[in-house]
């Protein structure tokens, strides 16, 4: 029986998408059968991140309003074998989702696939709200401030209360915490808050620390998963996500502050 696995934040820009794109490329490199699906009706930012977004020809509206089927509209990853993305509209309204419709292409795409990832977009809207509704396990992707850990504390309330499991009284969705954007310096300095500070306001169980990396930028642009770029400090951190969320008891790396050496501090290095 496939996983649904939701990727969500109460907040904008934190990155989720990054985080979908990535978790994905992890599961499918690991030889697991996976999919993508963008939840972000009108926006969608998964195709340009996952490098797909000229083979787009039909979306999740299409195959939902009965326009198309799923094997029309889900792309198969170039790099990463096991891999597939469907894509949202960029031209129909949220309200293009409805809980059946949903619901039928996810019992589909279990049949297909082991793991099923949901790219939700921001906040609470019915986009978001869809997205997490089905959800069996959730990543709560968050930074290190204090607006957007509030938001995140926002969306483990909803989980808690507005999912499928929460309504039918089952086991609740199993929520994983995502701390993106970390810098440890930063952090000692008091600019930003602590990993401590993050998981005694949320307390979930930590998942990974991403670093604050340009890679992430760069690989956004370049159309790969951060992932893929396995030299990058960015790549390392969600490879070990993925690693833990299966099961492997790794340590956090990415999450002190590295000491400058003697030459570094005399010359101001950094």
Known sequence: ?????????????????????????????????????????????????????????????????????????????????????????????????????????????RQNFEYIVCDSPAGIERGALMALYFADEALVVTNPEVSSVRDSDRILGILASRSRRAEQGENPVKEHLVLARYAPERADRGDMLSVEDVLEILGIPLLGVIPESPAVLQSSNAGVPVILEEDSDAGAAYSDLVDRFLGKNLPHRFITAQKKGFLKRLFGGG
């Open 1 to 109: 029986m496939a996983t649904v696995i939701v990727v969500t934040s109460g907040k904008g820009g934190v990155g989720k998408t990054t985080t979908s794109a990535s978790f994905a490329a992890g599961l499918a490199q690991r030889g697991y059968r996976t999919v993508v699906i963008d939840f972000d009706v009108g926006l969608r930012n998964l195709d340009l991140i996952m490098g797909c977004e000229r083979r787009v020809v039909y979306d999740f509206v299409n195959i939902i309003n009965g326009e198309a089927n799923l094997n029309q509209a889900l792309i198969r990853d170039k790099r990463v074998e096991n891999l597939h993305i469907l894509p949202a509209s960029q031209t129909r309204d949220k309200e293009a989702l409805t809980r059946e419709g949903v619901e039928r292409v996810l019992n589909e795409l």
